[in-house]
């Protein structure tokens, strides 16, 4: 089978899990033809998506968060607003991807939650198979746990997370742990792991790990590691146009995002804190690390997946980036990186699977449930 992606460029994680899927698909003997990416002024893309994704890429713009003067907070209200006057260059994104989609001619079109991607299969109603997968379709099962809500912040993650998978033939939500879906469409799968994880060996060193989604975030760590000379702190982020490698203090460094170096310290480091994403939580909990989620301030999907983390003692939900919490978390922290590794590992024969599902059976995207189309769903509801 043909494979398109469509991955939103926000943060590393989605791009570090097309970069997995991308490598499970080759494996099992199918292509990918084309990546499209949507990029933000805030970011620039990591060197190590452009090496290792192995396809040609299409940069697009599209929906990204806004943020306070300090790059820390997510400020909703300015996210709309910025968005919608970026309409039209929007409607010249749907374009570009109808264009690359009608060269390539995929049999699946597999969304890594971005919202042009549910927008253009329902505007377009191309003829391949829509796929959408991430950690955030999780919130459309009936026993997730939801942070308390202001603003209609939950309706409005609800809204995004629908959209994003807006008429899909098959919604693959990443998960912890197994579970049964309640939607035919949807499935509950794996973390999306790089095989470069797979290769490395635990150790303890002396140093903790950082990863900063939002650059604003480095004010916390300069203030904690000033205070505490005695804690090495090895932290990573995407700052566009940031030195490879700065040391503002003895005991801090700053590192641009580089996969290798970045699972290497991983699998040295005496625990990981960063903001709660997804991804390099689990690559933490793989290699069997403590970790503390800040979620990002305005971020609503972030606190849902601190509480995720948490349910699931995977990780432990911190207000700031304060390490001595970390350390005393680590006494009673059980993690179980042999049964979490056995749930990761299971991605081939479930790849198989779907595969086989999907060639025998017409699976209609035009009939669409309503727990999953996000316009009769009201900010007031």
Not at 87 to 102: A, D, E, G, M, Y
Not at 146 to 160: D, E, G, T, V, Y
Request: glycine share 4%.
């Amino acid at each position: 089978m043909k494979f398109l992606f469509i991955v939103q460029g926000e943060g590393r994680g989605h791009m570090t899990q097309a970069i997995a899927f991308a490598s499970l698909i080759r494996s099992q003997g199918h292509e990918l033809s084309a990546v499209v990416l949507g990029k933000s002024k805030r970011r620039e893309i990591p060197e190590f998506f452009l090496r290792e994704i192995k396809t040609e890429i299409h940069w697009i713009a599209s929906p990204n968060f806004e943020t306070d003067q300090n790059e820390k907070q997510i400020l909703i209200g300015k996210t709309i607003l910025g968005n919608l006057l970026k309409l039209p260059t929007f409607l010249k994104s749907l374009q570009q991807i109808n264009r690359l989609v009608k060269l390539h001619q995929p049999d699946v079109i597999l969304n890594f939650y971005d919202l042009l991607g549910g927008l253009y299969n329902v505007f377009y109603q191309p003829k391949a198979e829509f796929w959408s997968i991430g950690h955030q379709y999780l919130a459309l099962q009936a026993d997730f746990t939801f942070a308390p809500s202001r603003a209609f912040a939950k309706q409005l993650f609800l809204i995004n997370t629908k959209v994003t998978a807006w008429g899909a033939s098959r919604i693959l939500a990443l998960s912890f742990k197994h579970s049964i879906a309640i939607h035919p469409k949807i499935q509950v799968v794996p973390p999306l792991l790089r095989n470069e994880i797979k290769t490395l060996t635990p150790s303890l060193g002396n140093f903790y790990l950082a990863y900063l989604v939002n650059p604003g975030y480095s004010s916390e760590l300069f203030a904690y590691a000033k205070a505490n000379p005695s804690i090495q702190i090895k932290a990573y982020w995407d700052k566009k146009d940031a030195a490879y490698v700065e040391n503002p203090l003895p005991n801090l460094s700053f590192h641009r995002v580089n996969d290798k170096k970045f699972l290497e310290d991983m699998a040295a480091c005496k625990g990981l804190a960063c903001t709660a994403g997804f991804e390099s939580v689990c690559e933490a909990a793989y290699l069997g690390k403590i970790v503390m989620v800040i979620p990002v301030t305005g971020q609503y999907e972030q606190a849902c997946n601190a509480l995720d983390a948490e349910k699931h003692q995977i990780a432990r939900k911190g207000k700031i980036f304060d390490f001595s919490f970390l350390e005393q978390q680590s006494s009673n922290f059980q993690q179980n990186p042999i049964y979490f590794r056995k749930w990761c590992e299971e991605w081939p024969e479930i790849l198989q699977k779907i595969i086989q599902t999907s060639q025998k059976s017409d699976i209609s995207s035009e009939i669409i449930d309503s727990r999953l189309n996000p316009l009769p769903l009201s900010p007031f509801s």
